[in-house]
């Protein structure tokens, strides 16, 4: 089970910290992704993290604004979101799967999702 939470209201420039916490499999087992789906909008693939390996990777739509990282020990990933832009406006998810790393945004390659967290940034 994934469960993912951290979201909330923020004003533009602001930062939100987002949690996904595995249970009942190992982190180090899988790669976790993060996704983002705003109304009207497709889902989005916006960061992935693996810690066998250390990957991490973004869509050019968060880089250089948002961080990926996580604890073994928690069994948790988190997602730093600084700059906050309304755009990042959306319902987030986390996912565990083994993408492939050509693959990492596409949802289709998860098993299993949390429940999304709402993140609302104000202008």
């Known amino acids: 089970q994934l469960q993912a939470c951290g979201g909330g209201l923020v004003q533009a420039g602001g930062s939100l910290r987002l949690s996904c916490a595995l249970s009942?499999?190992?982190?180090?087992?899988?790669?976790i992704g993060w996704f983002r789906q705003a109304p009207g909008k497709e889902r989005e693939g916006i960061s992935y993290?693996?810690?066998?390996?250390?990957?991490?990777y973004y869509a050019d739509s968060v880089k250089g604004r948002f961080t990926i990282s996580g604890d073994n020990a928690k069994n948790t990933v988190y997602l730093q979101m600084n700059s906050l832009k309304p755009e990042d406006t959306a319902i987030y998810y986390c996912?565990?799967?083994?993408?492939?790393?050509?693959?990492?945004?596409?949802?289709?390659?998860?098993?299993?999702w949390g429940q999304g967290t709402e993140v609302t940034v104000s202008s």
């Open positions: 993290f693996r810690s066998s390996g250390g990957s991490t």
């Open positions: 009942g499999s190992r982190l180090v087992d899988y790669g």
């Open positions: 996912a565990v799967g083994r993408p492939v790393a050509s693959t990492w945004f596409r949802s289709a390659m998860y098993y299993y």
